[in-house]
């Protein structure tokens, strides 16, 4: 049994990429965000169901679509960004077509975002710190790759 909820953006204030390093094992983690805003919104659905014994499970996808210039420099996929004129058009997607929404599954413009090389003390669940969200600073950390 399932119960649909509406469509949702999902908040964030970022997310982690890693770029494979030449000659490296490790690869280099990138936090993305948007550029001069605090928070952005990824397209995201939501799905309340009942498993086979009888509990309420809580689902979430984050929907993606190709990169834009500056990821496909480290993956050739992205999340959905929405930009905010567009969060009700999304919300109200759950009541009309899907189809009217097709539009903004999009790539993010690449102008509009940034990447930061941080610490790989990302790498691990373990690691919740602020430290998990600078700018890597050390001499051997790889910079941020520019579009060409």
């Keep these: 049994m399932t119960a649909r909820s509406p469509d949702n953006p999902l908040p964030a204030d970022g997310f982690y990429e890693w770029q494979p390093v030449p000659g490296q094992k ?28 009888g509990q309420r499970v809580d689902s979430c996808a984050i929907i993606t679509t190709e990169a834009n210039k500056l990821m496909q420099l480290i993956h050739n996929r992205m999340p959905v960004i929405l930009d905010p004129g567009d969060y009700g058009r999304w919300l109200d997607c759950a009541k009309h077509d899907p189809a009217a929404v097709a539009d903004l599954l999009t790539p993010f413009p ?20 602020p430290k998990c969200v600078e700018a890597a600073g050390s001499a051997n950390q790889a910079e941020a790759p520019r579009p060409s």
Aim: no cysteine; charged share 20%.
């Design 110 to 129: 690449a102008k509009k975002m940034q990447l930061t090389p941080v610490s790989t003390l990302v790498n691990s669940p373990r690691n919740e710190s």
């Design 26 to 53: 490790n690869k280099q983690p990138y936090l993305i965000g948007v550029r001069d805003v605090p928070a952005f919104a990824f397209a995201g659905l939501w799905e309340h169901w009942t498993d086979p014994d």
